[in-house]
Every structure is written in C-alpha cells, then in structure tokens.
C-alpha cells in the first residue's frame, strides 16, 4: 500500500507565496508522472500542474508563471511553490502519484488534500 501525504496549506493574502509538499511513502519500487490538483467548492477537480519522472512539466494556463511544480525523486516527494497567489486559488489542493509497485505494477495514489485559501 501506498500514502501520499501532503503538508504546506494554509492562509495567506493576496499576492502572497505558500509552498506545498506531498510525499510518497509504502511499497513503491519508482514513480512515474507526479501531479497536483485543485477543486474549489461547487467545481471540478482540475489539473493544475504535472511533472514526469524526467522533469518535464505542464501547467494549467491559469498557474503559468505563478507556480512551480518540482520533485525530489530520492525523496519520493513532490512540491508546488505558488507566489503571487490569487483569492481565485482558494481551493483544496491534492497531489497524485503514478506509483510503480511490485511486478512493475503501475497505481494511480492520491494525497488527502490540502487546503489553501487566499483572501482578497
């Protein structure tokens, strides 16, 4: 079995900077693609960022140049670093993992959720 574990949500104002954390801990032999997602009340859940095992990574046009998504694969852990933060952020964030199990199983694993509001 497998938990992800995110830590780093928060409060913060407008135009501020919080930085979450999600890390990957049980039978995991690799990981693929590592992601993180949002859904504000009353809306989807939406791809927010996604980076893949080489370091390759794609943004939702409303993150572009405000957030960064990295990892740490000795770690197993993933990070969103989000500055100029918008009130339209406020969301419960949740991270995603590809996780490579044992006889190269591939399972899809997702972190609890975190919550980040941004006051205007």
């Known amino acids: 079995q497998v938990q992800l574990v995110e830590s780093g949500g928060g409060l913060v104002q407008a135009g501020g900077s919080l930085r979450l954390s999600c890390a990957a801990s049980g039978t995991i032999f690799s990981i693929n693609d590592m992601g993180w997602y949002r859904q504000a009340p009353g809306k989807q859940r939406e791809l927010v960022a996604h980076?893949?095992?080489?370091?390759?990574?794609n943004y939702a046009d409303s993150v572009k140049g405000r957030f960064t998504i990295s990892r740490d694969n000795a770690k197993n852990t993933v990070y969103l670093q989000m500055n100029s933060l918008k009130p339209e952020d406020t969301a419960v964030y949740y991270c995603?993992?590809?996780?490579?199990?044992?006889?190269?199983?591939?399972?899809?694993?997702w972190g609890q959720g975190t919550q980040v509001t941004v006051s205007s």
């Open positions: 995603n993992a590809q996780v490579v199990q044992i006889y190269l199983v591939i399972n899809d694993y």
């Open positions: 980076i893949t095992s080489g370091g390759t990574t």
